[in-house]
């Protein structure tokens, strides 16, 4: 089977829909809170691990010959599911057939240390033309075995239809980094905006590069008022998790069943914590560190503990000077941006908005220690190095097989190199992966900067 098929149905599991309004261009914007829903917690992970919202994918005997039985049940779940990844669930095609399709932990859950960390970005996948999930095997004989079978194509032909027309325009230079919003922009242009049917040729032009992403830990959603690094998603989030629908819904009857549970969802994102630092924490000079912090951080990050208050601001890409690839493209996807603003996804009792706006969003700090590599790109490997900008590294390289974490420093412990051209070596020359920007830890003295990352360590 085609590697772009695969890459797609690794990457679908976890895609939120990427899509933040014009301000001042040297001064940051607020952002005004928007109602979200609220439902049940419990129900929300069940969903997201049992719930059929993507209707089309591999029926489970290819999909066992090309992934075999899980070795480690992270999720705890019986049955048809106790045998699949955590990322994958188990359900029933229109025609009856057990298929196998990506759940959310795709792109939001990181195996660390050998525990699977629920709502951690998963910043090790592959969506490179090599990734390892392509066996020879599989390639070859996928789609020969799905012809033969008619059931199981009947039960597949969604997703391998969508995945012929845009999977080989989905693969990221560097592994670890996620092509969440070029596969948005190209499910959009060729959906229908009110019936949400697919089209096999596109309606609206897409730019060709393929922007990377770093992903964004689920726990800091229940402070933003806008979803994603540039504050694109206005109004009810809900609908912006549902974006993994457009890959093989087939019309707005089932957009409204996905809809119905996203109450339940969103309320379990926002139950999830951060898990805590794991090591013992120098409380002095993690003291220290507070009082620089909210001197001169906490304008734009916020404060925390029990009083602590998160401003939700914009800051224009004149002030924060980092890579600006992801927020140009609001404007060069300004039909995709048209045709959400006037889609189903913007009608009914929960509306939702796309507003571009040029620069990012200063994120939430809750549980930052473990959220490396860091910048909206993934482009530098430690918090260290975001506080001192002489440390970052241009080419870069570290171990996605195992857990190789540094305490210390916050961050992937990484060997630098001396070029790029491997998918495993970040190269911060290439459009969209510059680790430019965020100068402002270079104004810390070196006793300031250590103890400022002592303090982020409580977070």
Known sequence: MKKSLIVLFVLIGGMGLV????????????????????????????????????????????YRLAFG????????????????????????????????????????????NDSLILGLGNSTADFTKDQKLNSKAFEKIGLTYLKLHKKKYEAAKEFIDVGLSIGDQLFTAVRGTNPADRLAALLISHRDPNTLQWNDSASIPVPDEVIPTDVPAWWMLKK?????????????????????????????????????????????????????????????????????????????????????????????QSIIGTDSMLNRSNYQYSDMINWFNNSWFNKGDHPARLVPFNGYVAPPLDGVWITAPYFHNGSVPTIEAVLNSYERPEYWTRNFDKTEYDYDKLGWKYKQVDHGGDKNIYDTHLPGYNNTGHYFGDRLTTKERKAVIEYLKTL
């Open 224 to 316: 933003k008022n806008a979803m994603f690094f540039n504050g694109f998603g206005r109004g009810d989030f809900g609908r912006f998790l549902m974006g993994s629908i457009l890959l093989t819904v087939s019309d707005t009857l089932h957009a409204n069943r996905v809809d119905g549970h996203m109450n339940d969802v969103l309320s379990y994102i926002y139950s999830i914590e951060p898990p805590k630092y794991p090591y013992t924490i120098d409380n002095a000079l993690a003291e220290q560190g507070r009082i620089t912090f909210e001197e001169k951080c906490s304008k734009c990050h916020g404060t925390y503990g029990e009083s602590g208050q998160y401003p939700n601001l914009l800051i224009p």
């Open 19 to 62: 899509m933040a309004r014009f301000g001042p261009e040297n001064e940051p914007v607020p952002i005004p809170p928007s109602p979200q829903r609220s439902g049940n917690a419990k129900n929300g992970l069940n969903y997201i691990i049992e719930g059929d919202y993507v209707k089309s994918g591999l029926p489970l005997s290819l």
């Open 69 to 112: 039985k899980a070795k480690t049940n992270y999720l705890g779940r019986d049955s048809i599911n106790a045998n699949v990844r955590y990322d994958f669930n188990v359900v029933k095609a229109a025609n009856g057939e057990d298929i196998v399709v990506p759940n959310c932990f795709q792109c939001h859950a990181q195996i660390f």
